[in-house]
């Protein structure tokens, strides 16, 4: 209340009271007038809604408001209470291929370590629980084969992905002869090899067989290594070279295989093991031979494919115990006793194991198989119907070893990643060979 004019802080006090009421006043005045504005806004947006919810129950939406409602719904399902991606702050959903593919990766490692831990190679750090953990050897069989089989699994997925690409790839080609073996076979009877026509005719068709199934081929092979760069980068190293002018196609053949192959893969050979040594066979058989760190090769980046496998799976040892694995699991029977092995060409032996062909069950002292060299050639030249039961080029068809390929495909992945535990190979590659 303002004081008369004789009481202490009369006039003077009320004139100032009255501009504290004044400016209290305005600012009530103030935020009304902001609710009112707001709550009209609302009214505003009430009202839009609900001619929104008119449209669209009756279709007279224009196409332009669509839109924008569409994408507003699509920004506000993806993104959290800070308008942050909620995609990018929770990760990929957990049923994704991204996801799933991560979670391989990671039960991969994991075995991995077990592997490791469970060696009978003893290693400096070890303890007296270590010894005695190494010391027996079920702890290491079984270590090996869940590694196998995680490597398989996360193949599988790796495959998935893959086999998705193939059928979309395919169907983008569009149409392309389609010629059956039987076709090919059945002209090869009727021609007249006396009649140039009918020579030439037959010619044809079978260039357009082969032109046909080169494009399918070619179409897988770029398919695994799409998937393949979608978990691990692929490229970006090449082997050091002994010797010193080697045959200069090998050399270009080895640097198309390398453009396919991880680069810690080819560092790590590098580091650890003597250079390459490349020759031309004119004469016999193209091979590796490990102790002269050598590849005799041919004209066809097939071989070199398959030699430098040999030279990789050496020296990579998660490639040599998956590979090992697979080759006693596939063929070992039932009862657990082995398949017996059977002649094949020369001195070598094989076990049949249900391979697309007798010779990736060969037998020789571990560390080394035909698994691997032949997964990669069948992989990235085609070879053996890309281990799918698709047709080669030499008119072949193989059957199809999915579980082969998935087992490529999951090494490819996995294989000598920097998260896994260093293993020293020579001293790895004894353990499989007690194994």
């Known amino acids: ?19 504290i009421r004044a400016q209290t006043a305005q600012a009530v005045m103030q935020d009304c007038a902001g609710e009112v504005n707001a709550l009209s806004s609302e009214i505003t947006d009430i009202d839009q809604m609900l001619n929104d919810l008119h449209d669209a129950l009756n279709g ?3 196409p332009g408001r669509e839109r924008e409602l569409l994408d507003r719904l699509d920004f506000d399902a993806n993104t959290d209470d800070n308008g942050a991606d909620a995609h990018e702050s929770a990760g990929p959903p957990p049923d994704s291929w991204e996801a799933r593919s991560a979670a391989a990766v990671a039960q991969v490692n994991s075995a991995w370590e077990d592997v490791a831990r469970s060696s009978p190679v003893l290693d400096k750090n070890d303890g007296p629980d270590d010894f005695e953990r190494r010391m027996n050897p079920d702890n290491y069989k079984a270590a090996c084969a869940a590694y196998e089989q995680a490597v398989v699994t996360a193949g599988a997925v790796i495959g998935e992905r893959a086999d998705k690409l193939i059928e979309e790839r395919i169907a983008a080609a569009g149409p392309i002869d389609d010629i059956t073996i039987k076709e090919v076979l059945a002209a090869d009877r009727a021609h007249d090899r006396s009649d140039p026509e009918s020579v030439a005719a037959l010619d044809a ?4 067989f082969r032109n046909q199934i080169e494009q399918h081929s070619q179409i897988r092979i ?15 190293a090449q082997p050091v070279l002994g010797g010193k002018r080697p045959y200069r196609p090998l050399v270009e053949q080895l640097h198309r295989v390398s453009d396919d192959l991880p680069a810690d893969w080819v560092n790590r050979i590098n580091e650890e093991a003597p250079p390459l040594n490349l020759k031309m066979d004119r004469k016999g058989r193209a091979h590796y031979n490990a102790t002269e760190n050598l590849i005799k090769g041919d004209a066809t980046d097939a071989t070199m494919y398959h030699e430098f496998g040999h030279r990789l ?20 029977r039932e009862d657990g ?6 002649s094949y060409a020369r001195s070598e032996k094989i076990r049949k194991g249900g391979f697309v062909h007798g010779y990736v069950g060969k037998s020789y002292p571990p560390p080394a198989t035909e698994v691997f060299s032949v997964g990669m ?8 119907g890309g281990l ?6 030499n008119f072949d068809n193989s059957p199809a070893d999915l579980e082969h390929r998935n087992l490529m495909l999951g090494l490819f992945a996995t294989a000598n990643r920097s998260e896994q535990t260093h293993t020293d190979t020579t001293a790895h590659n004894l353990a499989v060979h007690v194994r």
Do not use: H
């Open 377 to 384: 050639e069948s992989i990235f030249s085609g070879n053996f």
């Open 205 to 208: 068709l079978r260039e357009r």
């Open 222 to 236: 770029q398919a695994y290594r799409d998937a393949i760069a979608e978990v691990r980068p692929l490229g970006g």
């Open 313 to 332: 799976e050496y020296q990579i040892p998660q490639i040599s115990v998956a590979t090992n694995e697979f080759l006693r699991r596939r063929t070992t």
């Open 60 to 62: 007279t939406m224009t």
């Open 1 to 19: 209340m303002c004081k008369g004019p004789n009481e202490p802080g009369g006039p003077q006090r009320c004139d100032g009271e009255t501009s």
């Open 388 to 393: 799918t039961g698709a047709r080669s080029n």
């Open 337 to 342: 006793s082995r398949e017996p092995e059977r």
